[in-house]
């Protein structure tokens, strides 16, 4: 059994068909991408998965349970953390107060405590700047903070939105590093990247979506030498 399992999932936004019918697994322990033109329903897909957008027909399962309606706030005690498209942090609260908004589903102090000590860990910049706005951070350091604060939620699924867009090529390689991090440390990952490039070279599998449809899957690093793959997503 998968850990994420989306079966004939259809998303409509009025009368366009967003999403038509598409069907995909992620395994617990696996870091899956899906690349994409723009406009493919890549962050869609996210957000339907995640209770943000609801689905015309199809079902999600997480873990064995139906969460095909589930509202989102009810997914995150249940292991599952999205990290969204330009990073979202609280601009106007500091890096340690953004967080602690993550662990707000979690009662146990001495964990919450542990868990901040290892994001600490896996980001030292959010340490050095604990007490600074959020807003004044860096984009990659604020990308940085969006993951640290998904990740104090302890999940065993972490959904990651576009997590290098519009950062600097060094802070693309530290987000990509930590990506493999996270995923080394036993948390699942479902990628949405346009850099398909670094995408595929850090993941097990992929899924390459065109105007809603599943166009090609397979391991990731076989899709990186499909001709198709490398002309449309891989050309410099």
């Known amino acids: 059994m998968a850990l994420l399992e989306v079966r004939d999932l259809e998303v409509f936004y009025g009368v366009i068909r967003a999403i038509k019918g598409i069907s995909f697994d992620v395994n617990e322990g696996e ?3 899906l690349i994409g033109a723009n406009g493919a329903g890549k962050t869609t897909i996210l957000h339907t998965v995640t209770g943000l957008i609801p689905s015309k027909s199809g079902k999600i399962f997480y873990n064995g349970t139906e969460i095909t309606k589930m509202q989102g706030h009810k997914l995150v005690p249940m292991g599952i953390a999205h990290v969204p498209e330009g990073r979202r942090v609280f601009s106007q609260l500091s890096v340690i107060q953004n967080l602690r908004m993550g662990a707000y ?3 146990d102090k001495k964990e919450i405590e542990d868990t901040l000590k290892m994001v600490y860990e896996r980001f030292p910049r959010l340490e050095e700047r604990k007490h600074q706005l959020a807003g004044t951070l860096s984009g990659g350091e604020q990308q940085m903070l969006a993951m640290g604060r998904a990740l104090m939620s302890h999940p065993k ?5 576009e997590p290098s867009m ?10 990509f590093d930590i990506i493999e991090k996270i995923s080394s440390d036993g948390t ?5 990247e346009q850099n398909a490039k670094k995408a595929l070279s850090i993941s097990n599998r992929a899924y390459v979506l065109e ?3 599943i166009a090609l899957s397979g391991d990731a690093k076989e899709l990186m030498n499909n001709d198709s793959v ?3 997503y891989l050309s410099e």
């Open 230 to 232: 490398k002309k449309a």
């Open 105 to 107: 589903t979690r009662s």
């Open 166 to 175: 519009g950062l600097s090529p060094i802070f693309v390689k530290e987000i």
């Open 157 to 161: 699924l972490i959904l990651l939105d």
């Open 31 to 33: 870091i899956i991408a």
């Open 211 to 213: 105007t809603g449809n």
């Open 188 to 192: 699942t990952v479902l990628l949405v």
